[in-house]
């Protein structure tokens, strides 16, 4: 990670000072979906705020790796997963005030098992819950990391509007509420 | 903004050093929905990523302030808005691997116009749009910052899910698609 530092003029006309996070790496993250309409998460202790954290797969793609490459890496180490399908569900920006940091996001669907070989620095439980707990889990605030909060409104969004298999859609759907 | 660094056991047993990112405020931020469905988007400059950004009213409210005050502030100061009925809509966390940075949005209608005290360091533009524009722009990729692309989807799920008044809800959805 990366902290810049410029002197520029803002567009009031102003002299400003700004300083940029550039943390070197996209974020990549998947909302893998089986075909009973359920989805993989993962858990882990989050140090900065100190509390344990319910998340999609997510992590960092190189600027020099192609994004999809990123994921299914995510995907298959923190998850145990391949997916057989995938459709973009977000390009997005994570704080643009203080970073340069793009996001890009995944629905994935057509799992199958993936020998897991942990990361030897992390120690990550592995849950499958119907998405419909997942949306009112995100709804009472417990489920709380942004990026897999937006992601998984968007798949709900993209459930709702024709953006995935009907089948898979109508799974997904009928656990909500 | 603080920077912090820690020597730490992490749950593996290895020693770790960890670095936090301590904004010392909680991000703020709410969608203002008028009683036709249509939304108020504030625009500019992000000098970070070099772009120019839709989004939300938003902004800090320091811990020793009632959060509701804080974005009551920003609506009125960045949208020239106050609103009647406030729903809260998300509890999340920025981005918890790299901060301790907490973040809360809501919904907010029965909008009326202030005043604005324009920011003298800002120069932020004010458009109108229907709720189903902004919807196609995030899945577009258009409007990125993931602040208001959470809060915006979540107010999708909220109109489907009885969480606002039907007829709000009802505006709202009419244009989508």
Redesign the interface.
Known sequence: ?RLTQ?D?T???G?R?N?V??R?QNLSVGVLPVHDDGSVTLVG??????MNY?WEMPEGGAPYDEDPIDGVKRELAEEAGLAASHWREA??????????????MAWVAWGLSAMPIAPD????IRVTRVPFGDL?RE??R?SV????T??TT??A??MA??G?LPPCLAKAMLAS??
Chains 1, 2 share one sequence.
């Open positions: 990670m410029h520029a803002a567009p009031t102003m400003n700004y940029v996070m943390p882990q202790q989050r140090f900065g705020l954290s977000l390009k997005i920006e994570l704080s643009n005030s203080i970073t340069d940091q793009r996001a030897p620095t992390e120690i949306m995100i709804a605030g709380r990391d942004m990026f909060v937006a409104l968007r709900y969004h709702h509007q953006e909500v509420r």
